[in-house]
């Protein structure tokens, strides 16, 4: 990452000229449509509808499963403390360079690997207790123990307090989430294309699948 401070922790958001590229996101997804949730990237109102119920101010560890071009992850870079580290673990490495290219910021570290190295991924970032997980990738395509395997992996990485928020364009993740964490709520953001569902599960129960 940029080594300069000031470069390093300039805002990510929205009014960044190196914004999220929506044509980069639909080559991917119809080059690998299994592994990309979307053709499109999340609108702005699926971004609010998933982190405004959640506060980031004080989260020092939040990892992202599946950023894209990086929608999610400069809203919850917006909102992250100054001190805090987020995780952006993405298979695709057109994806994840295009993060590292366009997001100057010291806390953010893309990886192009599988959700199912979360572990291994933060044990060699020398991070721990993580605070959220925000995934969008599509459970309802990849293979039912494989999803179950990351979710409770997902669960066990967690603080106490912590919790994983799942944006779906299908409900395939609901009973996951359930094995995993004590609580699951479920609700559904329609001005997105696809509309999505959201599912917020909390009181992670690290080894209950």
């Known amino acids: 990452m940029n080594s300069n401070a000031s470069a390093a922790l ?3 958001g929205w009014s960044d000229g190196l914004a999220p590229n929506p044509l980069l996101t639909m080559r991917e997804f119809f080059r690998r449509p299994q592994d990309v949730g979307s053709a499109f990237p999340a609108s702005r109102r699926l971004v609010e509808a998933v982190l405004d119920a959640v506060d980031l101010s004080a989260a020092r560890l939040v990892v992202e499963y599946g950023p894209g071009s990086g929608r999610f992850t400069r809203a919850l870079l917006d909102r992250m403390p100054d001190d805090g580290h987020l995780v952006a673990i993405d298979t695709s490495p057109r994806f994840t360079r295009h993060l590292q290219q366009t997001i100057r910021d010291r806390r953010l570290h893309a990886v192009s690997d ?5 572990a291994a991924i933060l044990q060699g970032l020398r991070l721990k207790g993580v605070d959220l997980v925000v995934t969008g990738i599509p459970f309802s395509t990849i293979d039912p123990t494989v999803g179950a395997e990351i979710v409770s992996a997902s669960a066990g990485l967690m603080n106490p307090q912590g919790q994983l928020i799942a944006y779906q364009m299908r409900d395939a993740v609901e009973p996951m989430l359930q094995q995993s964490f004590a609580q699951v709520e479920r609700t ?6 696809p509309p999505c569902h959201i599912f917020r599960a909390t009181g992670p129960r690290p080894g209950a699948s």
């Open 10 to 12: 300039r805002p990510a």
């Open 114 to 118: 599988s959700a199912q190295q979360a």
């Open 188 to 193: 559904r953001c329609w001005r997105n294309l």
